[in-house]
């Protein structure tokens, strides 16, 4: 096959001045993994980083073919150095950058898919070294971005990252990767409808920066990848690589705008809380589920809540009580109050993160009457995009993802507080924003949480 990916490698996909340059030079689909990598080495030597099934899965096998063609290269298991299971977070990243640092000539080579990629990037961008991506499995879209995904402080959030200059993967691998995890690369994929009505709602309404190519370049993929869903439960070479390429297109509108907006809005910030909670969950931690499942249960819950709202014509909106009950930063900590098992460094951080959204947006009364002001115009723009979503909407049932709050593992309450409470995660305006503002969450959460 032909990624559509390869045109905007190493290039400029934009002139507006805003958007940047794809830091990624080279994608190498091909079963010959061993050679493709040899050519990236060019005679440095190799740090092949990755956990016990990722190296099982090609690293092991492809770092000896390296050594028998005369290549230096060495492999870790990350999980043996931390002693214990793999996480993007802090610790991890100080172990991988200790690890790299005792290579210094070495080229880092992350062997894996979401978390073995976010630690190493977070890891060799710290020490401003380049690096490539050897992909396991079309499971997420963070291969390609210029970001990492990383638990700080106990607080997920994500933080700048050089991507790869490279990346390669095997077919037969990505075919073959767990049938879980190209289930969550294609729910991580089906958010792009709501991501950027976000996005663009965020533009429309606090006039933040918004550019359509970034926005669009993604969508052919995404299109072409709904196209072949149906075809991944079959371990087919050709469906897992067209949900691939979209997956590193994704990435890469996201580097190039410079934000994750373009993939990223208030599905990922339920996904984020779900996340962020699991260790303090009500009746003991929890593992939670995967990235993707976790948004695309929330890319649903934000689907219904644009057709909730987008259906409300100006005058069937009570501006008063939205003025009434839209959040003050006084008024967060009782919203949060709801969480009775949010632990103190949660809450601090959430709170920061709303005061700097509010004090952006202005007060209550300021905002409502912003979004009054704008809202045929907001409804018009963003129908498309609703539209778009609620086609994508009908893929996943096909494919037997994850639909509830059981599916995913956690309580009906703790989904019920990811939807309340989400949008107080980062300084991000979306869509849980909106529904906040007109004082709606609260009496639409039945008709858009599910059931
Ligand atoms: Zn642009
Ligand atoms: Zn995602």
Redesign the pocket.
Known sequence: MDPSTFRYLGSTPCSCGRCRRVVTERIHLHEELASRLHGELDGKAGLLLGDPRTLEACGLAVAEQLRQAGDRVQTVDLEQELDGELHADDHAIDVAVETLSAHPEALPVAVGSGTVNDVVKAAAHQLERPYVAVATAPS??GYTSAIAAITREGLKGTWPSTPPVAVLADPEVLAHSPRRLQISGLA?LL?KPVSSADWKMGHLLWDEPYCPVPAEMAGRAVDRAVSVASRLPDEDPEASEVLFDALLLSGISMAVAGTSSP??GGE?LISHYLDMTAHCAPGGPRKPAL??EQ?GVGTAISTRLYRALLARGQDEIDWGRAAAEAPSIEAVPEWLDQAEYLPGVLRQQFMHQSRKKLERLGSPSERVGRIRQRWEELRDTLEPSLRDAERYGEVLPVVDAPASAADLGVKPRELSLAYRLGRFVRDRYTILDLAGDLGLILELEDEVLPG
Do not use: P
């Open positions: 997420m879209n991580d958010s993939a990223s990922h990235h993707g948004v």
